[in-house]
């Protein structure tokens, strides 16, 4: 079992306010999973009863619309804490959490978890603004959503994807979506990516290969997007 208290993940979540103690009674009670590509961490409607943290690897963070698609909400990587927000409000879960590559993850229970929000402040306070960062998150995606047009939409999600996730040696997005999970995040139909994506191709913004999307011109995407 790894120690929490030499885990790197936890210096980027609320669990940096830990203190050792808490660290090794966290140690004890986790239960540690490897998730496989395409695999569920949790699914909408679920009761998680404790959160889940991310160690390895990216997830998408979906919700189902009303004509049966997945809208991409989100994508959490390695640090980010999962279900935090449906385990405090007592609510099933809002979104599903789907691998988008093989994961390593720690569920605490819902019990532990709450007596370090009663117990330690600054905990508590981090968890709180962190919920409160995923709300503003949404509240920036619903206004791009209802602003922005799908072709500035798909620039600003392959500049963000560049940006939080990096790049292959060969210089391609080191986040392989298919082009309907790529739909998913701007909110289109596939067809309408797929249409995008080879005009930026054709314009020489972004170069295609297969699955692996290479942004060729920043600077004209960052114009587009804004």
Do not use: W
């Not at 385990?87 to 709450?114: G, Q, R, T, W, Y």
């Amino acid at each position: 079992m790894s120690k929490c208290e030499q885990c790197i993940v936890r210096q980027f979540s609320a669990l940096k306010a830990l203190s050792k103690d808490e660290l090794l009674k966290m140690a004890n009670c986790k239960t540690s999973y490897t998730i496989k590509k395409g695999e569920p961490i949790f699914e909408e409607g679920e009761i998680t009863n404790g959160v889940f943290c991310v160690k390895d690897g990216v997830c998408k963070m979906t919700k189902l619309s009303a004509n049966g698609k997945d809208q991409i909400v989100k994508l959490a990587k390695p640090g980010e804490l999962l279900g935090q927000r449906s385990m405090i409000s007592e609510e099933p879960a809002n979104l599903s959490a789907i691998a988008l590559e093989d994961m390593e993850v720690c569920f605490v229970p819902k019990n532990e978890i709450m007596h370090f929000f009663n117990q330690n402040n600054q905990f508590s306070m981090n968890m709180m603004k962190t919920i409160c960062g995923d709300l503003k998150d949404a509240d920036d995606h619903m206004v791009s959503m209802a602003q922005k047009s799908v072709k500035e939409r798909l620039a600003e999600t392959l500049l963000y994807l560049e940006d939080s996730f990096g790049t292959n040696e060969d210089g391609s997005l080191r986040i392989q979506l298919s082009r309907e999970e790529l739909a998913g995040m701007i909110g289109t139909a596939t067809e309408s990516c797929i249409r995008l994506l080879s005009e930026f191709n054709k314009n020489g913004l972004v170069d295609l290969s297969g699955k692996k999307i290479t942004i060729k011109n920043k600077n004209q995407l960052k114009k587009i997007s804004e």
